[in-house]
Every structure is written in structure tokens, then in C-alpha cells.
């Protein structure tokens, strides 16, 4: 039997663009038949709705309280809740999964972590990271840039990109060997279409879904039927081209496209 899972959703509680709370998100999931669900709400790097003058411990606090609310209504009507964060770093994001809030409420530095860092020190707690939509591109973002170094796989398939964007990563992906994973950016609740990955086995925990990326397991993509490939031509303006980030977290032109 698969068990099939969200991997990237927000609430109103810890991300400032959240529309929907952490219950009516678990409700909405387990209408839809997914086993359990990762909150991962923007991180203080990203558009949290944490205000960051408050003291640390007091942020963390409430970072958690979306995922806390859903985990309640999950235990209440049957659905897994696990949690994730969406940390962005200079418009490239990262969905790290692993860490509990007592190290987060410990680590106050992990706010500013580079790439590097928070790579190394996210598997030094025993957790992963996946580079989010690698080739969105957006109205508030300068450039494509891509993380390769710095993360155990990448989001291939997000609800939120253009298509284009998702078939670009599917041949990134492919090419340097990546664990590929997919979710639906969920913000709003019903009314958005319904990523995610189908597993084989339940998760009992987040450690379960963190030694499937370590372990470069490969998932099963829960996405709609030809979404990795390109509905029209391509084109490839100045934006979309993609920077490469080498291992000193320097950019420079990633010398191809991924569009053939
Ligand atoms: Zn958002
Ligand atoms: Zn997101």
C-alpha cells in the first residue's frame, strides 16, 4: 500500500504569506487521502510571519505554532504531521527537514548561516536539505541560482512554478544524479493543485523521510501526468538563465539550460 505525503506547504502562523491555519491545512489533506503532511513555513531568512526584533527563543516559539496546530488537528482526525522549514538565502530556498525545536531554540546562529553551513551543520543534526524550486523565476527575484553543492537533492516538481521551470529541473536532476522530490507550495488550503511524493513505507517520524533523501532513495512523484516535460517551446530570456553556485557559494553561468 503507498502512503503518500506533502513535502512543502505553509500556514498564516509562520509564514506572512500563509492564508490558511495549520487546521484547516491538516483537514484539507486528509480530504485529499495523503497519509501525512511537512509543514515548512518560511524561515527568518524568508517571508516569516515571526517578528524578528522578539528575543530567540520567543521566535522559535512561534515559528512552531503552524505546525503545531496542524499536528493537533492531525493527531485528532488521522493525518501525520511532521516539521520542515523553507529557509531563503539570496532568493535560491532550501526545505530543510530534521531539525527539532530545542536545537532550533539552541542554535540561534543557524539564522545566519551561509550555504555551506547550513548544509554541514543541518547534517551534523542528523537532518537533509533539498533546494526548492530550482528554476523558478519571479517578479521579486534577480536570478536563477543554483545550489547544487549545498543540498542532498532538489524539489523537481513544485505546484507553484510555470511548468517550464520543473521540466528545466527534471533534466538538472537527471543529469548530475540528484534525489528528486516534489510538493505543492501549498499557502491557501483547498483550491490548489495537490503535489507530493509516494512513499512505500509509513514515516514514524521525520528521521524516517530524512534516511530516504541520505540514503539518494529514489521517490515516486506524486504530479500531474507530463508535467516534467515542456507543454511549448522554451524560451530562455536574460532572467532565466541559470547561475551555478561553485563550492565557494560564487556565481557564475551555469553553461547550459537544461531545455533539450
Ligand atoms: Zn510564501
Ligand atoms: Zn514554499
Same mark, same amino acid.
Given at each position: 500500500?503507498?502512503?503518500?505525503?506533502?513535502?512543502?506547504?505553509?500556514?498564516?502562523?509562520?509564514?506572512?504569506?500563509?492564508? %490558511?491555519?495549520?487546521?484547516?491545512?491538516?483537514?484539507?489533506?486528509?480530504?485529499?487521502?495523503?497519509?501525512?503532511?511537512?509543514?515548512?513555513?518560511?524561515?527568518?531568512?524568508?517571508?516569516?510571519?515571526?517578528?524578528?526584533?522578539?528575543?530567540?527563543?520567543?521566535?522559535?516559539?512561534?515559528?512552531?505554532?503552524?505546525?503545531?496546530?496542524?499536528?493537533?488537528?492531525?493527531?485528532?482526525?488521522?493525518?501525520?504531521?511532521?516539521?520542515?522549514?523553507?529557509?531563503?538565502?539570496?532568493?535560491?530556498?532550501?526545505?530543510? =527537514?530534521?531539525?527539532?525545536?530545542? =536545537?532550533?531554540?539552541? /542554535?540561534?546562529? !543557524?539564522?545566519?548561516?551561509?550555504?555551506?553551513?547550513?548544509?554541514?551543520?543541518?547534517?551534523?543534526?542528523?537532518?537533509?536539505?533539498?533546494?526548492? /524550486?530550482?528554476?523558478? !523565476?519571479?517578479? =521579486? !527575484?534577480?536570478?536563477?541560482?543554483?545550489?547544487?553543492?549545498?543540498?542532498?537533492?532538489?524539489?523537481?516538481?513544485?505546484?507553484?512554478?510555470?511548468? !517550464?521551470?520543473?521540466?528545466?529541473?527534471?533534466?538538472?536532476?537527471?543529469?548530475?544524479?540528484?534525489?528528486?522530490?516534489?510538493?505543492?507550495?501549498?499557502?491557501?488550503?483547498?483550491?490548489?493543485?495537490?503535489?507530493?511524493?509516494?512513499?512505500?513505507?509509513?514515516?514514524?517520524?521525520? %528521521?524516517?523521510?530524512?534516511?530516504?533523501?541520505?540514503?539518494? /532513495?529514489?521517490?515516486?512523484?506524486?504530479?500531474?501526468?507530463?508535467?516534467?516535460?515542456?507543454?511549448?517551446?522554451?524560451?530562455?530570456?536574460?532572467?532565466?538563465?541559470?547561475?551555478?553556485?561553485?563550492?565557494?557559494?560564487?556565481? %557564475?553561468?551555469?553553461?547550459?539550460?537544461?531545455?533539450?
Amino acid at each position: 500500500m503507498p502512503f503518500l505525503y506533502e513535502t512543502h506547504m505553509h500556514t498564516c502562523q509562520g509564514s506572512a504569506c500563509g492564508k %490558511a491555519t495549520g487546521r484547516e491545512q491538516a483537514r484539507v489533506y486528509k480530504e485529499a487521502g495523503y497519509t501525512g503532511i511537512i509543514i515548512t513555513d518560511h524561515f527568518f531568512g524568508g517571508n516569516t510571519a515571526v517578528n524578528r526584533e522578539l528575543p530567540w527563543e520567543e521566535r522559535i516559539d512561534l515559528f512552531w505554532k503552524g505546525y503545531e496546530e496542524a499536528k493537533e488537528e492531525g493527531d485528532r482526525i488521522g493525518l501525520d504531521v511532521f516539521f520542515g522549514l523553507e529557509q531563503n538565502i539570496h532568493y535560491d530556498e532550501y526545505l530543510i =527537514y530534521g531539525l527539532t525545536k530545542e =536545537y532550533m531554540k539552541a /542554535h540561534p546562529e !543557524m539564522e545566519h548561516w551561509n550555504r555551506r553551513q547550513q548544509l554541514e551543520e543541518v547534517h551534523r543534526a542528523c537532518g537533509c536539505v533539498i533546494q526548492a /524550486h530550482p528554476f523558478r !523565476m519571479r517578479n =521579486y !527575484m534577480d536570478r536563477i541560482r543554483l545550489g547544487l553543492h549545498f543540498c542532498d537533492g532538489i524539489e523537481v516538481a513544485n505546484a507553484g512554478n510555470e511548468q !517550464m521551470d520543473d521540466a528545466r529541473a527534471w533534466r538538472y536532476g537527471r543529469e548530475k544524479g540528484l534525489v528528486m522530490t516534489a510538493g505543492s507550495d501549498n499557502h491557501c488550503g483547498g483550491n490548489w493543485p495537490l503535489y507530493g511524493v509516494v512513499l512505500e513505507k509509513r514515516l514514524t517520524s521525520i %528521521a524516517d523521510y530524512v534516511n530516504i533523501i541520505m540514503g539518494k /532513495h529514489s521517490v515516486q512523484l506524486h504530479i500531474p501526468e507530463g508535467r516534467l516535460e515542456f507543454a511549448e517551446p522554451p524560451v530562455i530570456d536574460e532572467r532565466h538563465k541559470a547561475l551555478m553556485l561553485d563550492e565557494s557559494e560564487q556565481e %557564475a553561468p551555469a553553461e547550459k539550460e537544461w531545455i533539450d
